[in-house]
């Protein structure tokens, strides 16, 4: 591990309780979950955030911590979901339930790996051992696509007689996901059979295995079957069968299923129906609909980041530049909390259709207002840069992302970092090579490339390679062909 980040993370640690005070944005409640959420570098533990509300007095039921988990799983904040968890019991003592347990089993599974989460479940008491455990198990594997543990699992579970329709569905999305269309019918037919009612994920999932395989009858008949008034529907069964239309271009019927979607996306609490509508929209090409639906959720929600980013994404898929930077200013004038993933989509396109200076010029906006660009955002210009030749702004925009990659999980492009030492090389700037390639080691370790492309600088500019190479062989790097090959042109070099 790198001395220097290993110090700054653990700084950071004890720093981020109070940060998470002081940096609350104006209107948000100084609520414990709150906190948690405004620790948002993945590597930073929330566990002193935790501790902080109980040294203030400030009480945290179970149930708070139970949704928290649950929050920070569907942000895929694992890391901190697990915390949060783990701080449940260990600190707080709470008993564990089986869902707890299965809460852990797949955050383990994400974390880890699927090999621990298994070590996890075999030491699991055997009265924790219920439906949730082994479903959780089960869906681990059907998510890894590992189709001979999930199909033993499954087995074992309707041994024990604790198959649920969440299981069912586990195996459908299994067969689903590996193309096997005849085995989530078959799947369907048995839980069928053993009386357990289809729903909304069932049809879902059936409806998608019926659009991955192009099979227009089979959608025609699954919206048949759902016009039923005890059938289980949802806006997303047809959302997908849209999709499947558009797809197979019967362009009414894709837009008589959007329309039946739109009409059963729940009250406040659409946000994911409408971002997904609005991918549909876009794949359908159909601009008309993507503003309608678009304000339709203005109306009905209230409006976050993500779904700024889905409108922006959305424009750009259908190559509607000025409509996204339109939606960028929107959001730039209400925003309480500015995420510069937003306005990234709209830097990778201007890079992507050689708008460069556009995209200089919107970081250097944020940057006038106080903003901290990405490290991802500089690298993003510094590859547009290469690509049109202007090598000299390149470079200097991958230094400003190998510093604010600082502040961040973030590794450079290897492909960036050649192409930069290339450039101090064509410049014969030993020092400028070794500033840079000091930035790159705050962030990773060096690489053998590396060592040979500053050689190369060397000895371009004609200075002697022995520090350099004991600086090599000290990270344990051997000369291999193409440091001899450096060694051999600066002999030729000294005749």
Known sequence: MNPFRSSIRSRLSTATAAAAVESRPPGWPDSLYTRVVLVSNPKVSVVPVLEKWINEGKQVSKADLQWMV??????RRYAHALQISMWMSDRRYFPLTPGDYADRLYLISKLQGLEHAENYFNNISVQMKAYQTYGTLLNCYAEEKNVEKAEAIFQKMKE??????????????LYSNTSRLEKVKSIFREMQKKGIPADCFTNSILMEAYVAASDTDGIDKLLQKLKHPNAAKSWHVYAVAA?????????????KALKKSEELVPQKKGRVAYGFLLTVCAEMGSKDDLYKVWHKYKSSEKQCNSMFMCMISALLKLDDIEGAETILKEWESQTSFYDFRVPNLLIAAYC??????????????????????????????????FEDDQTSK??????????????????????????SLEYFKDQKNVEGAEEFVKLVRFL????????????????????????????????????????????????????
Not at 243 to 255: F, I, P, Q, R, S
Not at 448 to 473: F, T
């Open 352 to 385: 992507k259709n050689g708008l460069l200076g556009k995209a200089e010029s919107l970081l250097n906006e944020s940057l006038k207002t106080g903003r901290t660009p990405f490290a991802n955002s500089w690298e993003r210009l510094a590859n547009g840069c």
């Open 394 to 419: 390149a470079v200097e925009f991958m230094k400003k992302a190998l510093v604010a990659g600082q502040q961040h999980e973030w590794k450079p492009s290897p492909v960036n970092i050649t192409s």
């Open 70 to 75: 649950k929050q920070m799983r569907n942000f």
């Open 160 to 173: 024990l007689k604790i198959l649920t329709s969440f299981s069912f569905n586990a195996m459908m999305k």
């Open 444 to 495: 990773a370790p060096l690489t053998r490339e590396i060592y040979n492309c500053l050689l190369e600088v060397y000895l371009a500019a004609g200075k002697p390679v022995l520090d350099v190479l004991k600086r090599m062989e000290d990270d344990g790097f051997n000369a291999d062909k193409e440091t001899h090959g450096v060694r051999r042109n600066e002999n030729l070099q000294k005749l």
């Open 243 to 255: 999709k499947g239309y558009a797809k197979a271009m019967l362009v009414d019927e894709a837009l």
